[in-house]
Each structure stands twice: as structure tokens, then as C-alpha cells.
């Protein structure tokens, strides 16, 4: 098993032109003692709206890693995979996110069930854990419930981190477990019932995404209750902490934030509650990088501000299908959408305003911004034409992208 470091930060590059910018976030960091893992993360639903290949992720990570001299870890995520889309990621890959969200549910064998309550008496009763002021309450029912609707999804874990375990061995590559894209979040019994299930299945993960309260929506700011997400958050640590003892999982195992970009609100209680108890932390920014190479075309103005406004009105025109994969994490009132000709009217200041995430501007319009996010498929179809602005206008663009994972994301999180 590869050793997962205690802070890895998720970096999402499109069209692999950003990691360069990415790295130089990393490397300022660094500088400032903030000691942070690169994970360049791409999902198979992405490489196939590109037309690209996880290889080509990889040789952007390692020549930015070359170029730049970094000398630390660095992690390439296979995000969001399945059994039917882990192959093409195994070469390149050396951290696996099974995601077993679509298995949530589906019922178990009543043997396996059956056979998970009388190997886990323990569950029964009045727990303790260490950080929870009241002890968690778990009848057998509840043991019961939890495991015929996520046994079968952790059984899935298991085949697929089989699989990826047949093809590479299991001494090079770092296991993570997805249940963030589901309906309604684990509450602290579930996720201690859930560990305990995952420990049962001999999967060894070191990072587990599960679903918080609220929304988290793509690229814009968390929505919801930051005092119930902060306890929900330091419980979960808590429930971790406790299964590692008592199952023997990885001491590494760490809590993972999805749609984790842009979160500002929740960043100042997650950065209280690692610093509180020495936890670790794995973060996804992915859709960031894509969003401020928009910003730079912007700022840069003439034809690349031209580009971007063309960018904006070919996602306003195929606005259903964009927003259609995406539809249980954006948002967006089609009614707070400027029309493709008031945008084709704006100065690079107005175009900057309204796509950049700062909330205590005026023309900062998240409706645009949630749109945009989803919107790369529409660069993905002007090819060499987007490719060709990004090499233009790199110099502005790469400022863009390293000051916002720097300043907005880096600092806040694990600053001083």
C-alpha cells in the first residue's frame, strides 16, 4: 500500500495546459511552510467530453514536475471510477477513487447481511467516541437498515480495488472511497457502520468522501448550515478515528471534500478542525483551473476576450445539455443569465467581474459562473482554437490560475 500523505489537494487541468500554474501554487505554498500533495485529478465523464486519455494527464503532471524541479510527491487520481471505466486508468494512475455512489441502495445477499451483524456485536449498543460529547445510539435495526443499503456498495469497492490490484500490484497506488454524490448524508452511526463494512472487505483505504449536509455545487460557494457542516465534519473525524482502532484500517485514513472548489465558507471550520486534532485532509478543486483560464482570456482582452464571450454564448445555446450530467450539483436561475449579446457588449472588466468568485463584487454573478463551469465542453469543441489562446496568453493566464488555488484555497485552508 502506498503511504497517502496527510494533505493532498486535488487539482483538476481540462486540457492539461494548466499544471505548470498549478505546481508554481504548490511550490508558493511550500515556501510559506505550507507542505501540501499536488493530486492531479481528471474523471473518465471529462476525458470523454475531451477526447482525451488519462496518459496525457500524467506526461502534463510530469513535465511540470521536471520543469519546475519539485522534488515532493505528487499524485495522479483515477477520479470517480467503476469497474467499467478503471482500465485506462491503471497505468497512469497512482490514487483510485471507487466510486460506489450508484450502489448505495442496492441490497445485499441476506446471508452477507446477516453474517455482518453477528461479526459485529460491537455496533450494538451505546458507543462512546472519543471527540463526541453523547454517545452514538445504535439499535441492531439500525445496524440492519445501514447494511442492506451500503454492504453492496462497499462489496463493489472490493471488486474494483481487486481488479486494480491484479493488473498493479498493491504497493504503488493510494485507495480513496466515494459516497458524496448521493442523496442524503451519513450521519455518524452510518459512517462508523460503513467503516466497519470497508474494513470487512479488506479494502485499505486512506481517504473516504462522504456526503455532508448542504450543497456543493460546482465552483460556487458551499449552501447551507456551516454550523451543522462543522459538527457533521468533526464527528466524521471523530468516527474515523475511533474505526481505525477498532478495525484496524489505515492510520492514514483521512476525510475527503468533493466539489470542495471555492467552499470559503466552510474553510475556516475544516481548517479548525484538522489543526484541533492533527487529522489529514484530501480537497478537490478540480473545475478551479478551467474556470480562471476563462478569467485570463478575459482579462487579456482583443481576441481572447472575444473567445471567451464566444465560449459563453455557445453554453448559453446548448445550456440543457451541458447542465444535464451535472444536474444534482449547479444550481442556476436561467433568469440571472445575461443573454449572449448583453455579454458580447462587456468590457474585459465587466466579463472578469462577473466569472471571478469574489462575492463582495457587484457584477459577480454565480449563475454565470455555475454555467461556465459545466461550459468546457464547448472549448473541447473549438479545439486548437482554445489550445492556441492558452498558449497566447499564457503569461496572464497562468497568473490567474496560481494566485486563485494560492491565495483563495491554499492559504485559507492551511495557512497560518
Known amino acids: 500500500m502506498k503511504q497517502c500523505p496527510k494533505f493532498t489537494f486535488g487539482v483538476g487541468d481540462r486540457f492539461a495546459h494548466g499544471a505548470h500554474a498549478q505546481l508554481q501554487a504548490f511550490i508558493a505554498a511550500k515556501e510559506l511552510g ?3 500533495c499536488p493530486t492531479w485529478n481528471k474523471s473518465n465523464r471529462e476525458h470523454e467530453i475531451i477526447g482525451s486519455e488519462p496518459q496525457q494527464t500524467r506526461d502534463a503532471a510530469d513535465k511540470a514536475v521536471k520543469d519546475l524541479g519539485w522534488t515532493g510527491e505528487y499524485l495522479l487520481d483515477a477520479d470517480h471510477i467503476n469497474l467499467s471505466t478503471v482500465d485506462r486508468f491503471i497505468a497512469p494512475c497512482n490514487f483510485f477513487t471507487l466510486d460506489v455512489a450508484d450502489d448505495i441502495g442496492e441490497a445485499a445477499d441476506a446471508s452477507d447481511v446477516k453474517a455482518f451483524i453477528a461479526n459485529h456485536p460491537e455496533l450494538i449498543g451505546s458507543i462512546q467516541i472519543e471527540g463526541i460529547a453523547e454517545p452514538l445510539e445504535i439499535s441492531a435495526e439500525l445496524v440492519e437498515q445501514t447494511a442492506n443499503q451500503f454492504l453492496k456498495a462497499t462489496q463493489k469497492a472490493k471488486a474494483i480495488y481487486d ?8 504497493d504503488d497506488f ?3 472511497i466515494s459516497m458524496d454524490e448521493t442523496d442524503n448524508p451519513q450521519t455518524p ?9 470497508i474494513a470487512d472487505q479488506g479494502v485499505p483505504i486512506q481517504t473516504i468522501a462522504p456526503k455532508f ?3 456543493f455545487n460546482k465552483g460556487v460557494d458551499y449552501v447551507g448550515n456551516v454550523e451543522q457542516f462543522e459538527k457533521e465534519f468533526n464527528d466524521d473525524l471523530a468516527v474515523i478515528a475511533h474505526a ?3 478495525y484496524g484500517l489505515p492510520a492514514a485514513l483521512k476525510l475527503s471534500v468533493h466539489s470542495g472548489s471555492d467552499k470559503f465558507s466552510i474553510y475556516e471550520p475544516i481548517k479548525k478542525a484538522i489543526a484541533r ?12 483551473n478551467w474556470l480562471e483560464e476563462v478569467i485570463g482570456l478575459a482579462e487579456a482582452g482583443g481576441d481572447a476576450l472575444a473567445l471567451a464571450k464566444e465560449i459563453y454564448a455557445k453554453a448559453l445555446d446548448k445550456k440543457a445539455a451541458l447542465c444535464e450530467p451535472y444536474a444534482t450539483v449547479i444550481d442556476i436561475d436561467d433568469s440571472k443569465l445575461p443573454s449572449a449579446e448583453e455579454v458580447n457588449g462587456w468590457t474585459s472588466e465587466q466579463f472578469v467581474a462577473a466569472l471571478t468568485h469574489d462575492q463582495s463584487n457587484p457584477g459577480y454573478n454565480q449563475h454565470l459562473r455555475q454555467l461556465l463551469h459545466v461550459g468546457f465542453k464547448i472549448a473541447a469543441q473549438l479545439g486548437d ?14 497568473t490567474k490560475v496560481t494566485g486563485n488555488l494560492l491565495d483563495r484555497h491554499m492559504k485559507p485552508l492551511f495557512g497560518g
Not at 481488479?163 to 498493491?170: E, F
Open 34 to 36: 505550507i507542505d501540501i
Open 163 to 170: 481488479h486494480i490490484v491484479t493488473a498493479k500490484g498493491q
Open 174 to 176: 493510494i485507495t480513496e
Open 189 to 197: 452511526p452510518e459512517m462508523l457502520i460503513i467503516l466497519a463494512a
Open 213 to 215: 449536509t448542504g450543497r
Open 244 to 246: 481505525i482502532k477498532a
Open 277 to 288: 486534532t492533527g487529522a489529514g485532509l484530501h480537497i478537490k478543486t478540480a473545475g478551479t
Open 385 to 398: 482554437t482554445y489550445l492556441d489562446a492558452l498558449r497566447t496568453n499564457s503569461e496572464v493566464v497562468a
